[in-house]
Each structure stands twice: as C-alpha cells, then as structure tokens.
C-alpha cells in the first residue's frame, strides 16, 4: 500500500464544515501537512503539526492528529466556493523535512 | 512570503528534442531545491534533490542523463528535460527550501510533449 492514504473526492455544501481525512504508515513521522492546489497551479502549505501535537487550529481550518491510529484530519469550518481544490496530506520523516505527499483529495463545494 | 516561480508555465514541443524548465526563489536563497513530477489525479513524485553547488541526487527510478537537474546559484535551479518523449509529457513542479524550512512551491510547468 502505499506511505499517505486518502480519499480522491469529497463534495460538500457551500457554508457546511469539510473534514478530509488521511492515513499514513510510518510511525516514525516527525511533521505532518496539508497542502492546497488550485487547478494549474503549484502547492500551498496550509498548515503543519508536529507529531506530538494532537491538535492544532488556525483560522477556520483544525488539524487533527491521532498519532496512534496514524490518522490526520483537515477541517475546513464554513466552506467556501475557493476553498474547492484538491487538498494533498503529506508526512516528513527524521530530520529530512521532505514531505512524501497522499494522492490527494479534490473537495468540491457547491451553492 | 517567500515566491518561487517557474518558467516556462507551460511547452509544447516535439519528440526528439530538449526542454529547459527553469526554478527561481525570488525573494530568498535557496540552499536545497526539490523537482517533483505530477502525473495526472497522482500523487506528486521526488524526482531528484539539488543543493547549490554540488550534484543533484536522484530518486530511485528517475534517470539522471534524462533529467538534468542544474542549481548554479542560490536563487535558480533548472531541469532539462532531455530529448523528450510523450511519455514525459507531465506537470513539473519545483520546491525550494532555505535551511531546514519549510518547501515552497512553484506554480509548476505543464509538459506536452508531441
């Protein structure tokens, strides 16, 4: 299987709360991130959390982290047509800092 | 923040010949660059690291005569691309870091190989 697992699509309403989820394998990761990609365009780092923080909030987006299931979750509070891209979750292992990304979830938002 | 930026956005060529995508951090210096391939719906894939100065390292699998990765200076990394194929057809993206920093992300340059 493969190191950062999650799921291709989400679609929620515009005002709702989105929550994309991942999975990753390796219990030696150091950092833990979201990134964002507007369609043709490079990636944006939303946000990071260290693997021995469980929670970490900024602004309308919460990332959770349950280190003993390797779960980590974005969510995304009252979402908005320009939150629509696809969100890619990405781990860090050791002292590397180069994130090995999941395939990435496309969120959809609609009126 | 810190922009990094790519030229071309995107190219078309023809089979057979070289293409040079160029990597620039803009308004910081860069010690390690990053390209990553993204294949379409895929994930995005290290192909090599480069630290200005020294020889790029490669990951498993991406050929380094084909992909020539050049970081001269500590603001511009290029990858050439060469006599390319349709299956290098793709979406290049560059990274570049300062330190232990965090990567930023070019806005990636589209590949279309005929």
Redesign the interface.
């Known amino acids: 299987g493969?190191d950062?697992e999650q799921s291709?699509f989400l679609s929620v309403r515009e005002g709702d709360s989105s929550v994309i989820n991942c999975t990753y394998t390796d219990s030696s990761s150091t950092y833990l991130y979201w990134?964002k990609q507007e369609p043709?365009?490079?990636?944006?780092?939303l946000t990071?959390i260290f693997s021995n923080m469980d929670m970490k909030q900024d602004q309308r987006l919460t990332v959770l982290l349950n280190k003993k299931d390797k779960h980590l979750s974005l969510r995304i509070a009252d979402t908005q047509t320009g939150d629509s891209a696809i969100y890619?979750c990405a781990e860090s292992i050791g002292?590397s800092?180069?994130?090995?990304?999941?395939?990435?979830t496309s969120l959809i938002v609609h009126p | 923040g810190a922009v990094v930026s790519q030229h071309p956005s995107w190219v078309i060529c023809k089979s057979g010949t070289s293409v040079k995508i160029e990597c620039r951090s803009l308004d910081f210096q860069a010690t390690t660059m990053f390209w990553y391939r993204q294949f379409p719906k895929q994930s995005l894939m290290l192909m090599a690291t480069s630290n200005e100065g020294s020889k790029a390292t490669y990951e498993q699998g991406v050929e380094k005569d084909k992909f020539l990765i050049n970081h001269a200076s500590l603001t511009l990394s290029t990858l050439t691309v060469t006599s390319a194929h349709p299956e290098d057809s793709s979406f290049y993206i560059c990274s570049a870091r300062r330190d232990t920093d965090t990567q930023y992300f070019g806005p990636g340059t589209r590949l279309t190989v005929l």
């Not at chain 1, 800092?97 to 990435?104: A, D, E, L, N, V």
């Open positions: 493969e950062v291709l990134y043709g365009a490079g990636l944006q780092l990071y890619f002292g800092y180069i994130p090995t990304f999941g395939r990435g």
